[in-house]
Structure formats: C-alpha cells, structure tokens
C-alpha cells in the first residue's frame, strides 16, 4: 500500500485515465489522491464524483500535504507552472511530469537547486490498468523516490525505466500508440459494417482478435514474425490479405505513424524552448 500523497496539476483525460487505474487498483486510498486544476469546478466536481479523490483549485492546493506532484497539463502551459512551482515545492517533493516533450533538464533548470524530477509517459489504458509506461528520473532523483514512483505506476500497467533520449520514441510507440489500435478497430468496423454486420458484434470481434494476438507476444516465446508465419498458409486468405496490407503500405504507415509522433515530441521541446521559428 503506497502511503505517500500525490496531487495532479491537471484534471484532463490523461490525469483521470491515472486517477481511475490507482482507485482501481486498491494501492492508494482515494482521500491520498487531490486533483486540481486552474477554474473548471464543475470538472472537479465531476472528477471527485466518480472517484471519490479529493479536489481543489491548484492556488488552493496546500503543498506541505503532497509527496509526489504529478503534472498533467498541456506542454504549452509549462512555463507558467515551473515558475509557480519553484517557489513552492522543496527540493524533496518529488515532481512527476506526465507532458510530452518536455526533458527533466528543462525542468530542474527552471526549479530550485537539486529538485527531484521525474518524466514518465503513461497512455490512456491506464483506466484500466494497462498503460504501458516510461519513466526516467532526473539528475538530483533519489532512488528510494523512483521506486516508491514506479510502485505507483505499477498500479496502472507495466512500467518501463528508459533513457531519457528513448522517449520520444517511447512516446510514438506507447503514449500515442492506443490511438493507432483504435484507429484500426474504425477501419475494421467500417469494412466489416460494409459487409453486413452490425458494429457491436464488430467490435468485440475486432477487440478479441487484438486481445488474443497481444497475449500471444506477451506470454509466449515466439517473435512476431513466427508467429504471424503460423497464420499465413501458403497460397491462403492472410497471404492475400498481407499481400494487400503490403501493396497499399501497411508496414510503411506504422513505422511513420510513429516517426511522425516521436518527431512532434521532440519538436515540442523545441517549441517551448523558443526555438522553432513560428512557435506558439
Ligand atoms: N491524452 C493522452 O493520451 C496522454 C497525454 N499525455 C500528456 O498529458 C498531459 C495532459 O493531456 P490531456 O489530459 O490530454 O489534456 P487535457 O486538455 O484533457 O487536460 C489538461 C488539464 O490541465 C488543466 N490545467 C491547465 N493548466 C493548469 C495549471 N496551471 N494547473 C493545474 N491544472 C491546469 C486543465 O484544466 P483548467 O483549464 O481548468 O486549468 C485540464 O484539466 C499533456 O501534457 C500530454 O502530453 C501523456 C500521455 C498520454
Ligand atoms: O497527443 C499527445 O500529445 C499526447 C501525448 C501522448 C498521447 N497523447
């Protein structure tokens, strides 16, 4: 059972897919959970409706309660937070960033001397338990602070400590990665409900079928590629479907789809640092 506090400077849809996946798992008790954001009450109040956390307006937020802060608003909106912060938190309160694109140096380089940093990258699945999660801690992080970190985001999926120069691909492959699998299961249904068949059914078949291929990579031995050779009977239908998958630039799609993600992470950071010409 995690003990500490932790607050969220955010209540968006990734601070409330973490919220959910933490009650859930029964790891952390709600009333250790405060949620904030800068005038949305009525979200707030939505937010401590379904969860049972406790909510506040972040200039209400008293910091002397928090162990670990987790950051969960809009990359653009960092400035004004790093500046806010720097006065407030100690150097031992732990600062978990959940934003896109922004690196832990830029970060304690605007915080006070020695601030213990953490960027992780979650997805949205952590609603359910099953975000696939990056974290890497900063320079001045105690490793005592990054396990207790990690534990609480085992709470909502696996967790993965990387490199710092890994996660913007880590962010292309994993943060955005749900919304390729959704995107999929659109195309799916669409062709499927062209057929005939109605989009519920379509779904779950849709849904199981990606289940059971995930569980296949995760608790078994063989490669993707064996495994997708075991499908493919020569002369057979998945050899006719890979072939149209390769012929309208299927593999090409998904290594650029996260190229394109990974790239606008690492343009990102340069936006904010003001050095993209035309940034916002
Ligand atoms: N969505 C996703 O799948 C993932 C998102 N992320 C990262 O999570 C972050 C949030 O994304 P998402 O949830 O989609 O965004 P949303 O726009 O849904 O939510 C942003 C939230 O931040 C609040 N907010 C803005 N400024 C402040 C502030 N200074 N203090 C406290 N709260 C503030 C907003 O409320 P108000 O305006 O009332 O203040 C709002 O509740 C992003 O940085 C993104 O990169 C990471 C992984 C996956
Ligand atoms: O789209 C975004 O920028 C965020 C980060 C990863 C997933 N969603």
Do not use: W
Not at 18 to 32: F, K, P, R, T
Not at 85 to 107: E, F, H, W
Not at 121 to 142: I, K, Q
Not at 265 to 276: D, M, P, Q, R, V
Request: charged letters at 25%; glycine letters at 10%.
């Amino acid at each position: 059972m995690i003990k500490q506090t932790i607050a969220f400077l955010g209540a968006g849809s990734m601070a409330e897919a973490m919220i959910s996946g933490m009650v859930e798992s029964g790891n952390i008790s709600a009333d250790q959970i405060i949620v904030t954001n800068r005038s949305n009450q009525d979200r707030l109040n939505e937010i401590n409706d379904k969860y049972g956390v406790r909510t506040v307006l972040k200039d209400d937020l008293d910091f002397s309660q928090v162990d670990q802060l987790i950051l969960a608003m809009k990359p653009k909106d960092i400035d004004a937070v790093l500046e806010d912060l720097r006065y407030k938190l100690n150097p031992n309160q732990v600062l978990v960033s959940v934003l896109a694109g922004i690196s832990t140096s830029y970060m304690e380089d605007r915080l006070n001397d020695g601030q213990e940093v953490i960027r992780v990258m979650p997805n949205t699945s952590s609603t359910l338990r099953e975000s696939a999660t990056a974290m890497c801690p900063g320079h001045y992080t105690d490793m005592e602070n990054v396990l207790v970190s990690k534990a609480l985001l085992q709470s909502i999926g696996e967790v993965f400590i990387i490199p710092e120069d890994k996660m913007d691909v880590f962010t292309g492959i994993a943060g955005s990665g749900p919304a390729y699998f959704y995107y999929l299961m659109e195309h799916i249904e669409e062709t499927g409900r062209a057929e005939g068949m109605d989009s519920k059914t379509l779904r779950e078949i849709g849904a199981q079928t990606l289940l059971g291929a995930a569980k296949m990579m995760l608790e078994g031995e063989e490669s993707p590629a064996e495994l997708r050779k075991k499908v493919t009977s020569p002369n057979g239908t998945t050899a006719a479907g890979l072939d149209a998958l390769e012929e309208s630039g299927g593999g090409d799609a998904i290594s650029a789809a996260i190229k394109g993600a990974a790239g606008r992470s690492k343009e990102l950071s340069k936006e904010i640092e003001g050095l993209l010409v035309g940034s916002k």
